[in-house]
């Protein structure tokens, strides 16, 4: 999958956000800074980005991505 349709999706849901990709096309992962993870736990953080992706996941476009989130 496209990383600018992932960074799209993203932005679209995280307006606030940093976002950082490292890695190729097939194995890569995303860094999400944003204000709107303040008082959520890791897990909270990890489970909003993954359910703004769960189409892409649903569909088989996109199988495997490793995230990691912080606030600003």
């Given at each position: 999958?496209?990383?600018?349709?992932?960074?799209?999706?993203?932005?679209?849901?995280?307006?606030?956000?940093?976002?950082?990709?490292?890695?190729d096309?097939?194995?890569?992962?995303?860094?999400?800074?944003?204000?709107?993870?303040?008082?959520?736990?890791?897990v909270?953080?990890?489970?909003?980005?993954?359910?703004t992706?769960?189409?892409?996941?649903?569909?088989?476009?996109?199988?495997?991505?490793?995230?990691?989130?912080?606030?600003?």
């Amino acid at each position: 999958m496209d990383k600018d349709v992932i960074n799209n999706i993203l932005i679209e849901n995280f307006p606030d956000a940093e976002i950082n990709f490292l890695g190729d096309s097939c194995n890569f992962s995303v860094e999400v800074v944003s204000n709107l993870f303040n008082g959520l736990s890791l897990v909270e953080q990890h489970k909003k980005v993954l359910n703004t992706l769960k189409d892409k996941f649903a569909s088989g476009e996109l199988h495997a991505l490793s995230i990691s989130t912080r606030t600003k």
